[in-house]
């Protein structure tokens, strides 16, 4: 719809593209729930509304889960699945990726970037596109703990270990990051802000849990430690992020303890983790994270099939439909939202 001074005149045939517009310079979302999209006209001056185009709710509204390991009997998946964030539906795509367990996945603006052992795939949003693939001649490590910069992903430590591997996305090559975090960890969890990512829990290379968060600065690809410390170290947690703050949720702690706790890491001053909120049907153990602009999302684990939400307007979480209808673990993760919370 065509909008001027707020109302809305003229609806334009965009089911397909947006190329009625001669011209456009900017957009932006409207209700993340509907999917609503407004892009400004700049010739006319004015605002087109383009909604239910069914080329940008598959494309640019989701989260993907993909492999991973069936609790049943072990056995790897290629299974691509994925979350519609506007209606929260779940489902299997018809495309698939390689079988194999605890990859680790950063995203671009156009797709996903899947690591671990001797595969590398690249996975667009679109679920009409080709998994992209390619096998490596160095393995790369498993369990790693991802963070998406807007040029650059980041695989940070895995298989006890405390390297750094970059992936540039322009060029979508493989190198390592400028420095290694300060020992070996792996079986944690990766979160980012605009500026930087960080690594919250895992285990070090003598199978000790560790409580304290690492930061990678995007700017000069350094690695420190901030104040924050989680009140009890977890592995095989679930992570997504806000603008504001890192999500960790669910876990084991070092007695083997499952946990449900959802513990919240601010970004604005790193000094601390506030408990926001339970699970209440089950603990999440090695699943998966995603999020939106308005909720993170964490999907099955090793003992569940489940999917629970948590809304970033006040923290309160809650079990969804959806589920998996097997529970699986170990799968790698990516959406379609960027670190400064807008859809791509």
């Given at each position: 719809?065509?909008?001027?001074?707020?109302?809305?005149?003229?609806?334009?045939?965009?089911?397909?593209?947006?190329?009625?517009?001669?011209?456009?310079?900017?957009?932006?979302?409207?209700?993340?729930?509907?999917?609503?999209?407004r892009v400004w006209d700049d010739v006319n001056k004015r605002?087109?509304?383009?909604?239910?185009?069914?080329?940008?709710?598959?494309?640019?509204?989701?989260?993907?889960?993909?492999?991973?390991?069936?609790?049943?009997?072990?056995?790897?998946?290629?299974?691509?699945?994925?979350?519609?964030?506007?209606?929260?539906?779940?489902?299997?795509?018809?495309?698939?990726?390689?079988?194999?367990?605890?990859?680790?996945?950063?995203?671009?603006?156009?797709?996903?970037?899947?690591?671990?052992?001797?595969?590398?795939?690249?996975?667009?949003?679109?679920?009409?596109?080709?998994?992209?693939?390619?096998?490596?001649?160095?393995?790369?490590?498993?369990?790693?703990?991802?963070?998406?910069?807007?040029?650059?992903?980041?695989?940070?430590?895995?298989?006890?270990?405390?390297?750094?591997?970059?992936?540039?996305?322009?060029?979508?090559?493989?190198?390592?990051?400028?420095?290694?975090?300060?020992?070996?960890?792996?079986?944690?969890?990766?979160?980012?802000?605009?500026?930087?990512?960080?690594?919250?829990?895992?285990?070090?290379?003598?199978?000790?849990?560790?409580?304290?968060?690492?930061?990678?600065?995007?700017?000069?690809?350094?690695?420190?430690?901030?104040?924050?410390?989680?009140?009890?170290?977890?592995?095989?947690?679930?992570?997504?992020?806000?603008?504001?703050?890192?999500y960790s949720v669910g876990g084991v702690y070092s007695d083997?303890?499952?946990?449900?706790?959802?513990?919240?890491?601010?970004?604005?001053?790193?000094?601390?983790?506030?408990?926001?909120?339970?699970?209440?049907?089950?603990?999440?153990?090695?699943?998966?994270?995603?999020?939106?602009?308005?909720?993170?999302?964490?999907?099955?684990?090793?003992?569940?099939?489940?999917?629970?939400?948590?809304?970033?307007?006040?923290?309160?979480?809650?079990?969804?439909?959806?589920?998996?209808?097997e529970p699986l673990f170990g799968s790698a993760s990516f959406?379609?939202?960027?670190?400064?919370?807008?859809?791509?």
């Open positions: 719809m065509t909008m001027e001074h707020g109302q809305f005149t003229k609806k334009p045939d965009v089911t397909q593209s947006i190329e009625p517009l001669d011209r456009w310079d900017g957009m932006t979302w409207g209700n993340p729930t509907t999917g609503e999209l605002w087109f509304l383009i909604d239910n185009n069914p080329r940008l709710f598959d494309n640019y509204q989701k989260g993907l889960f993909v492999s991973g390991v069936l609790a049943s009997d072990g056995s790897a998946v290629s299974t691509c699945r994925a979350l519609q964030f506007p209606d929260e539906s779940l489902a299997v795509e018809a495309r698939e990726v390689a079988e194999r367990k605890y990859a680790s996945a950063t995203n671009s603006s156009e797709k996903g970037f899947v690591l671990g052992g001797v595969v590398f795939e690249r996975v667009g949003f679109d679920s009409t596109s080709a998994v992209e693939s390619e096998t490596l001649e160095t393995s790369k490590l498993l369990s790693m703990m991802p963070a998406s910069a807007s040029t650059a992903g980041y695989y940070m430590g895995g298989s006890a270990s405390a390297q750094v591997t970059k992936l540039d996305f322009s060029s979508t090559t493989l190198g390592s990051g400028a420095s290694e975090l300060a020992a070996p960890r792996w079986l944690g969890g990766g979160v980012n802000s605009r500026d930087n990512g960080y690594v919250i829990g895992g285990r070090d290379s003598y199978g000790v849990n560790i409580k304290a968060v690492e930061r990678l600065s995007f700017a000069d690809e350094t690695v420190s430690f901030v104040s924050a410390k989680q009140t009890v170290a977890t592995v095989r947690q679930s992570c997504f992020n806000s603008t504001m703050a890192g083997g303890t499952q946990t449900t706790t959802i513990d919240k890491f601010s970004f604005v001053n790193e000094t601390s983790f506030v408990s926001c909120a339970n699970i209440t049907e089950v603990s999440h153990v090695s699943a998966v994270g995603v999020n939106s602009t308005v909720a993170g999302y964490v999907a099955s684990g090793f003992n569940t099939g489940m999917t629970t939400k948590v809304s970033f307007a006040d923290d309160a979480q809650n079990t969804l439909d959806v589920q998996i209808s959406d379609s939202t960027d670190n400064n919370g807008y859809i791509h």
